[in-house]
């Protein structure tokens, strides 16, 4: 077992708390399998009737998985040990989205990436004050994975297409407000919330009991345009979209938008509408691993991690650079089915 995830009992809760304060709790495959083997024992336990998913020291939540695993993985190994990282990290959102007894995600501090894959099936999530969401992957030329093609493709107003797209940061108002939180509460209030939940109290109830109104979330006054610039299915167009409107708000995305991957933006907006015909998670899950096992290792991978997080020049050379260069044979390639023995398949 790793101490990189620590598992406890309290009451009723069976504690999932991350456990890797230097890199705000980053997932790595052995964190994933020992969630996946305690999950799976929960469901046999009839004394765990609830299990809460929390951080333990330092900042929270968790702010992804292990890009640094997955950019040696493409420079030396062709991948295949991001895919096996991808391929377990994958079957853990689905024991999550499919667990027959009630989690509550505790967001209580940045919650990217794989923690949005940990989080986001559970019942309830809590977001507070210290809440930083985002899927910020199209800066490293991946994609929202983790089930983002499913949550985001369902948000109202376009406003999953625009945070696959640009890797807007929400705070803790802004997740309740779109739908990704469903309770808010100040973070002082969380032990509280925890041993009532543990002591055998309903989850929904405690979280309703002590939740607050959350501050006006600052996002709302940009609905309309979100609505707007973010209705079109391709990426030249949300670009000329954003390019018409000479507000300040839209020059903003637009700036933004130019120094995202190319290619990572097109296979996140198709994603998402892939993932609006997909008629359970599972396909889902399938569809994001056949993409993420190609996309691993083409050039916009590694390059960006490079830019952003090795070299941190911040100036990564995509390629395609153009929106144009990357064509629906390419996207198609990258979304075509694996060999029935490579295909994804849930525990």
């Not at 501090?109 to 894959?117: K, S």
């Not at 797209?165 to 100040?186: I, K, M, N, S, V």
């Not at 015909?277 to 599972?282: G, H, N, V």
């Not at 399938?286 to 941190?312: C, H, N, Q, T």
């Amino acid at each position: 077992m790793t101490d990189e995830v620590l598992f406890r009992r309290e009451g009723v809760a069976g504690i999932v708390s991350l456990n890797r304060p230097k890199a705000i709790h980053a997932l790595t495959l052995d964190m994933c399998e020992a969630m996946i083997a305690q999950l799976a024992a929960w469901v046999d336990d009839d004394a765990v009737k609830v299990v809460l998913i929390e951080h333990a020291e330092g900042r929270g939540f968790c702010s992804g998985g292990d890009i640094n695993l997955l950019r040696q993985s493409a420079l030396t190994d062709g991948g295949a040990a991001g895919r096996r990282f991808f391929h377990e990290e994958y079957r853990l959102n689905h024991q999550l989205f499919t667990y027959p007894k009630p989690i509550v995600a505790f967001m209580d501090g940045i919650t990217m990436g794989g923690g949005v894959g940990i989080s986001q099936p559970a019942r309830f999530r809590v977001a507070t004050e210290n809440t930083r969401y985002a899927m910020p992957e199209t800066g490293i030329g991946l994609f929202p994975d983790v089930g983002g093609g499913w949550y985001l493709s369902r948000l109202d107003g376009r406003v999953g297409r625009f945070l696959a797209l640009t890797g807007a940061r929400f705070d803790g108002a802004e997740c309740l407000w779109a739908g990704l939180a469903t309770h808010y509460l100040p973070s002082e209030a969380l032990a509280e919330a925890k041993s009532r939940i543990a002591a055998g109290h309903e989850a929904g109830g405690v979280l309703a009991a002590l939740a607050t109104k959350a501050p006006e979330p600052r996002i709302a006054a940009q609905a309309g345009a979100i609505r707007r610039h973010f209705a079109f299915d391709t990426l030249e167009q949300v670009l000329a979209s954003l390019e018409s409107d000479d507000g300040e708000w839209a020059a903003k995305e637009l700036a933004t938008l130019r120094t995202k991957s190319p290619q990572a933006c097109k296979v996140s907006l198709r994603q998402l509408e892939e993932s609006l015909a997909l008629e359970t998670f599972a396909q889902n899950m399938a569809m994001e691993y056949r993409i993420g096992s190609r996309v691993l290792v083409l050039p916009d991978f590694a390059e960006g991690v490079r830019a952003v997080i090795v070299d941190k020049d911040q100036n990564p050379k995509w390629s395609p650079a153009a929106p144009e260069g990357v064509t629906e044979d390419m996207l198609d390639a990258i979304f075509a089915p694996l060999s029935p023995e490579e295909e994804w398949k849930p525990l």
